[in-house]
């Protein structure tokens, strides 16, 4: 399942934000700093019209949609990384994410404090920015003479990791997430296993009033123009009109957001932020049973996604008879899609594509 942080200072909206993500979750949004003790943990359905209609087309019995999961991290101040506030007890719950979603204020309230006193995205950005950074350089320093102590031996993984953790090093010293350090694809491999914070990839959260929810404002430039020079993403939410859609039907939901002038809520808009970022595919499996999404890698080959489904999958795969869903959606059922020769039989070399439907074929 795919996981995502949700970060952020205190009183920049993060907790409402996440409450209104994961309806069911606990999590307390209060006007003051760390309410947020320990981190709340909920998972939601990934939005995806494609699946009533493959039900439809299925007689499917159920849907079962890819999740999410967001891990509420309680508000970070200037100084945790030496214990200021809740100093460190954030950081094991960060590393284990795939993502980070770093919630940035961007809008006026007087009657909601900010523990920096004025409102400035770029300057709160920079704080959690340095905080998570100062983590990982003291992360780094021990890997790093521990490496270096290990170079007698000549392994070239070793040479490889070390060559890795130095230009991340270099990058730290300056206040800088390592995800801008200069490294090749197998160097950021192999420094993996160290789950550094500053090297996840990172969306940006702006959290607007909700009559800047179309626009944005200039606080959203500012952030968007930051974003930029990190290759991160950036949406814009309204922790107020997400907190406001909870409750309605999905009917009022849609005449709601309109009224706003958008077409689709914070949810996903992170999500599919969040897919993008990652490089994230998905493809189907449709049947009476159910029809389900699967979540992949983009470049993933067939036996690899059918793993994604049971381990044994993959070991065993022979083939899989595929189809792409706007032609099953044209053909109306399988078999006139096998008919008019749109279900391909593909084999272990095939790369999946967005929006697959496929049926494995396994061996014993």
Known sequence: MLKAGIVGLPNVGKSTLFNAL???AKAEAANFPFCTIEPNIGTVAVPDERLDVLAKIGNSQQIVPARVEFVDIAGLVKGASKGEGLGNQFLGNIRSCDAIAHVVRCFEDENIHHVEASIDPIRDIQIITLELALADLSQVER???RS???LKTNDPEVKLEVAAL????????Q????????LSDEEKAALQHLQLLTLKPIIYAANVSEDDLATGNSWVAQ????????QAEVVIVSAQVESELVDLPPEDRRDFLQSLGVTEGGLKSLIRATYHLLGLRTYFTVGEKEARAWTI???M??????????????????????????????????????????VRSEGKEYVVQEGDVMVFLTGA
């Open 301 to 342: 080959k067939a036996p690899q996604a059918a793993g994604v489904i049971h381990s044994d999958f993959e070991k065993s795969f022979i083939r899989a008879e595929t189809i792409a869903y706007q032609d099953l959606v044209t053909c109306g059922s399988l078999k006139s899609g096998k008919e008019k020769g749109l």
């Open 166 to 173: 130095e230009k991340v090093q270099a990058t730290l010293d």
């Open 223 to 230: 952030v968007r123009t930051h974003a930029q020079q990190e």
């Open 143 to 145: 890997r790093l003479e």
């Open 22 to 24: 994961v309806a069911n």
């Open 297 to 299: 890698t983009a470049g």
């Open 175 to 182: 206040g800088l997430p390592a995800r801008l350090a200069p």
């Open 148 to 150: 270096r102590k290990a």
